[in-house]
C-alpha cells in the first residue's frame, strides 16, 4: 500500500511541479533542447509511475507464491503487510490489467501515428519526385505553387530514396515558389538552417511520443500540456540553429510566411507559438548558464530514479530488514 | 501513392511536358535524346504509371498513346492541400516552418516590434492580413 501511495503522490507532485516550474519558465526558452528533455522525462516519468502503480498493487500476490518456500515465510508476511491493499486479490488484479493495458495502450497509439506519418510521408515524396525541382546543391525541393511555405519530411527513408534518385541530402526540405520570391537571400538561409535543424534533431520522434503518450493518457492534462510545450520548445530549438546574426533575419522570414498564406481550416496554437518565436528572435540569445544546466540534468536523473525508488524500497526494506533480520526487526 | 522509380518519374515529367498525348514511340524518343534505353523499357514504364492510375491511354490507330491522369498543376495544389490541411499543430508527418497568424497576433507584434525598433515593418503591408 505504502508503494502504492508514494507513487500515486509522485505522480500528482511531478504534475504539479511541471505546471508550476517548467510550463511557463523563461529558462525553458533560453535552452529550448534542454527544456524538451525536462519535458520528456517529466512526461515518461508520471506514464512510468502509474504503470508502476499498477504493478505495485500485483506485488504482494506476486510474493505470495513464493510462500511455498519454507525459508521466505517469514518474509512474505512482512511483504504482505508493506504492500497491504484494500480489497486484496480483486484490487491486485484491477492494477495488472491496468498497468499492462497502459503500455499496450501506449505502444498501440505510438505505432498507429508513426505508420500514419510513414505513409504520408512516403506519398508525399512520390509526389514531389514528380512536381518538385529538386535542388541538391541549395538543399531543397523547389515546388512550383503561388503560397509561401516551406516545411520538411522527416525521415531517414526519405533521404535515402532521394538519394538513389539522384539526389542528396537535404532533400526533407520543400521551398515554394511564393517562399522564394517573398525571402531575401539571407532569411532563406535562416529558415533552410530552421529545417535542417529539425531533421537532424528528429523532432519529429519527440512530437510523435509526446502526441501518444497525451492519447494514451486522456484527459491528464499534463501530457497534452507537454505535447504542446515540446512542439513549441522543438520550434525554437530549430531556430537557434540559425546564426546569431541571422536571428532578425529569421523573425521577419516568419512574420513573412506567417501572414503570407490563405489560413485553412481552424486557426490553432501556431499562431501564438509564432509570435513567441518572433518575440524571442527579436533578442540576442542567452545561453543557459553551467548551473542551471547541471538543475535541469539533476531534475532529469530525479524523475527518471525516483518512481523505481518508490516502487521497490517497500520489497527491499521488508527483505533486508525483517528476512534479513530474522524478523526481529519490525518496522 | 506508392513510391515511384526514377525513371518513372522521369517518364511522369516528359508526358507533362509534352504538348499532346504521347506514343511509347514518342516518349522514347524523347529519352533517347537523353540516355540510352530500350524500347520495352519505356512501355513497361508507361504500363506501370497505367496501373497507378497517373497516366489515361486511349487508342490511336493500332498503337496506345498516353497523356497525364492529371496535370502538373492540380498535382501540386493537391499536394499544397495535403500540407496545409495536415491538422497544422496536430499532425506529426511533416513539419511546417510556421503556422499562420491570426490578424490580431500580427497586429500585437507589429506593435511589439515598432516598440524595438526592429527593423521589420519595412516588410511589404500587401503580405499581411487575412486570405490571399
Known sequence: MSALLGLLCFAVLTSLAARRWLANAPWTYQAPGIAICVWQAVTFSVAGTLVLAGAALVLPQMHLSVDLAEMFRACVAELRHQYQTPAGAGLAVAGGVAAVALAVRFTFILSVLQSRAWSTRRSMRATLQLVGTHHPELGYVEVDHVVPLVYCVPGRFGARLSHRAGGTRGHGVVVTRGALEALTPSQLDGVLAHERAHLRARHDLAITAARALEQTFLGLGIFALAAERITELAEMQADDAARQGQRRDLAAALLLLGTAGAPVGAMGAGGATAVARIRRLAEPAVPLPGPGMAAAAGAVLTLVIAPLLLALVPTVLALFLDCCGNGTVAL | ?132
Open chain 2, 1 to 132: 501513392m506508392r513510391q515511384l522509380g526514377s525513371l518513372e518519374a522521369e517518364v511522369m515529367r516528359r508526358l507533362w511536358d509534352a504538348r499532346g498525348p504521347m506514343a511509347v514511340r514518342d516518349v522514347l524518343d524523347d529519352l533517347q535524346r537523353d540516355r540510352d534505353i530500350a524500347y520495352t523499357t519505356v512501355m513497361t514504364v508507361l504500363d506501370n504509371l497505367h496501373r497507378k492510375d497517373l497516366v489515361v491511354r486511349s487508342k490511336r490507330g493500332r498503337a496506345y498513346v498516353y497523356s497525364p491522369a492529371q496535370s502538373r498543376e492540380e498535382r501540386t495544389a493537391e499536394l499544397m492541400g495535403e500540407v496545409l490541411t495536415d491538422a497544422g499543430d496536430r499532425g506529426v508527418a511533416l513539419l511546417r516552418f510556421v503556422e499562420q497568424m491570426s490578424p490580431g497576433e500580427v497586429a500585437e507584434l507589429r506593435q511589439l516590434l515598432g516598440e524595438l525598433g526592429e527593423p521589420l515593418d519595412d516588410i511589404h503591408s500587401d503580405h499581411t492580413g487575412g486570405p490571399a
